[in-house]
């Protein structure tokens, strides 16, 4: 069994925004495998489940707010006995250009994204990390976290479909036949 958890803020308000694409490609994974979100109270959490192939694929979207994701994600991986390698976490990165996405299967560190701090706090850090890229921030003129809580720009929020889609049928592909430990990806 696998569990692919997607990170994002909860609210209408929080919907469209780069903080959120976790959610998105989350939502994509679920819709193409034809599988229905049901809240549980429980994990705190809106749980989706498919198959592919042999594998059972649960799917996650913390109900918390992203910095207290790992809360939820330690209470599915106790109740279904999943270790931590067979964790997979959609976020989003501003050190990745949008249209990218990284996926490190082997890495200690947050890079300081607090939805992946409370990741590590909870369950360890042995978790495979999907960084989806948001355009890079220059930290000199707006802090990260003021720039992830706005929406995509115009020209992003046409390709965010298009990237979704293939984001959502990469992270299933790298699944079912993963590439070495550090792969980026082109999404557009």
């Known amino acids: 069994m696998k569990l692919i958890v997607g990170l994002g803020n909860i609210g209408a308000q929080y919907a469209k925004t780069r903080h959120n694409i976790g959610f998105m490609v989350a939502d994509e994974l679920a819709a ?60 989003d990165d501003v050190d990745v250009e949008f249209g990218r996405m990284r996926i490190r299967a082997k890495s200690t560190s947050s890079g300081g994204h607090q939805g992946v701090n409370s ?18 921030n220059d930290r000199a003129v707006e802090p990260s976290e003021v720039y992830v809580l706005k929406p995509f720009n115009p020209k992003e929020q046409k390709a965010l479909p298009a990237l979704v889609k293939k984001a959502a049928r990469v992270t299933l592909d790298q699944i079912g036949n993963p590439q070495p430990e550090d792969t980026t990806f082109d999404l557009l």
Not at 67 to 87: H, T
Not at 123 to 133: D, K, P, Q, T, Y
Request: hydrophobic share 45%.
């Open 119 to 136: 990741t590590i706090q909870h369950i360890g850090s042995g978790f495979v990390r999907v960084r989806l890229g948001i355009s890079l």
């Open 32 to 91: 193409a495998q034809e599988a229905r979100w049901k809240p549980n109270d429980k994990f705190k959490a809106d749980i989706a489940r498919l198959e592919l192939g042999d594998t059972t694929i649960l799917i996650a979207k913390p109900q918390t707010m992203m910095n207290l994701s790992g809360e939820a994600i330690q209470k599915v991986m106790q109740f279904y006995k999943i270790a931590p390698a067979d964790v997979w976490v959609l976020l």
